[in-house]
């Protein structure tokens, strides 16, 4: 498997997806604000989310599973 899906599915990917996402959503929403800043808000969910329920959405795209867990399985 390509070692970035390794990383990604792996805790320490996880996290920083998470730490990533936040740290947009509260850029977006107390940097920013007005409209751009709901934007950036919802974009920094996505990492945020996927980081969360353990998925990656380019791992398809690869050969991969989407759940992070499978992938970890699959390496």
């Known amino acids: 498997m390509n070692s970035l899906l390794s990383f990604m599915a792996s805790p320490a990917g996880r996290i920083i997806r998470i730490l990533a996402g936040g740290g947009?959503?509260?850029?977006?929403?107390?940097?920013?604000?007005?409209?751009?800043?709901?934007?950036?808000?919802a974009i920094g969910a996505l990492p945020m989310l996927t980081g969360i329920f353990n998925i990656c959405l380019f791992a398809p795209l690869l050969g991969a599973p989407l759940s992070g867990s499978k992938a970890s399985e699959h390496s």
């Open 24 to 41: 947009l959503i509260a850029w977006g929403l107390l940097g920013v604000g007005g409209n751009n800043g709901m934007m950036l808000a």
